[in-house]
């Protein structure tokens, strides 16, 4: 039988030091979040507007008929525009950088809304609905739109006699912007005067698009042809020059 082992000198200090130090405990990086300030952002952006709108009327007095401070008066408008879809972006949840949807807004981003179209006549509401489903199957086949409304209804209360606004909810988003980029279609189409169809909007989108509509307004009256492109205003050009 062998000499018994010490157990002092059975650790080697050098290899227990160099285990230790091998192994350290790990820590987890700090996540940094970067915070906005939505109300500084705000204050800013409409500062700068308010500045150059300043200056637009300022150098208006002086010339008037001034071709660039006509093009800055539109950018103006732009901007003012732009000022609803700020605060509303700012003031909702950001979760790892994406803007969370709703229903709501699911809907609306699939859906068009119809103005002017004739009202049904019928006793019933359910004969109604009937009545404005087949009239949007029309006019689906019209605007050449290869799929039928998943549903359709009629907002609001009427007034004066006037055809409420009709809702049309589509299968998916493509086929709005298939309607929308279709309209134009209705103007030469039998049946369908007065009638003309948008998206579906937010209360504060609306307002903004009756803001611009009124702005294009006072533009025109200039004698400068100007129409809505994009949710911008710009100059109609006159072919051939």
């Given at each position: 039988?062998?000499?018994?082992?010490?157990?002092?000198?059975?650790?080697?200090p050098?290899?227990?030091t160099?285990?230790?130090?091998?192994?350290p405990?790990?820590f987890?990086?700090?996540?940094?979040?970067?915070?906005?300030?939505?109300?500084?952002i705000?204050?800013?952006?409409?500062?700068?507007?308010?500045?150059?709108?300043?200056?637009v009327?300022?150098?208006?007095a002086i010339?008037?008929?001034?071709?660039?401070?006509?093009?800055?008066?539109?950018?103006m408008?732009?901007?003012?525009?732009?000022?609803?879809?700020?605060?509303?972006?700012?003031?909702?949840?950001?979760?790892?950088g994406?803007?969370?949807?709703?229903?709501?807004?699911?809907?609306?981003?699939?859906?068009?809304?119809?103005c002017?179209?004739?009202?049904s006549?019928?006793?019933?509401?359910?004969?109604?609905?009937?009545?404005?489903?087949?009239?949007?199957?029309k006019?689906?086949?019209?605007l050449d739109?290869?799929?039928?409304?998943?549903?359709?209804?009629?907002?609001?209360?009427?007034?004066?006699?006037k055809?409420?606004?009709?809702?049309?909810?589509?299968?998916?988003?493509?086929?709005?912007?298939?309607?929308?980029?279709?309209?134009?279609?209705?103007?030469?189409?039998?049946?369908?005067?007065?009638?003309?169809?948008?998206?579906?909007?937010?209360?504060?989108q609306?307002?903004?698009?009756?803001?611009?509509?009124?702005?294009?307004?006072?533009?025109?009256?200039?004698?400068?042809?100007?129409?809505?492109?994009?949710?911008?205003?710009?100059?109609?050009?006159?072919?051939?020059?």
């Open positions: 039988m062998g000499p018994k082992t010490d157990p002092i000198k059975a650790v080697d050098k290899k227990a160099k285990k230790s130090i091998s192994s405990t790990k987890s990086k700090p996540v940094f979040t970067p915070t906005i300030d939505a109300n500084k705000v204050t800013d952006t409409t500062s700068a507007v308010a500045t150059i709108k300043n200056y009327q300022t150098q208006k010339s008037p008929q001034s071709e660039s401070l006509m093009m800055m008066e539109m950018l408008a732009v901007f003012e525009q732009q000022q609803v879809l700020i605060r509303t972006l700012l003031s909702k949840p950001v979760l790892d994406v803007l969370p949807i709703d229903q709501e807004e699911k809907e609306r981003r699939r859906s068009i809304v119809v002017g179209l004739k009202e006549m019928e006793p019933t509401h359910r004969g109604k609905f009937k009545q404005d489903f087949e009239q949007v199957e006019l689906l086949d019209t739109i290869e799929c039928g409304p998943i549903h359709v209804y009629r907002m609001r209360k009427p007034i004066n006699n055809p409420r606004f009709l809702k049309v909810v589509l299968p998916t988003s493509f086929y709005q912007s298939q309607c929308l980029k279709n309209a134009k279609t209705l103007k030469a189409a039998p049946g369908y005067d007065g009638v003309f169809i948008r998206p579906s909007m937010t209360k504060e609306r307002q903004a698009d009756y803001e611009l509509r009124v702005r294009l307004r006072e533009l025109n009256k200039d004698g400068i042809s100007h129409r809505i492109f994009r949710g911008e205003i710009v100059p109609i050009k006159n072919s051939g020059n």
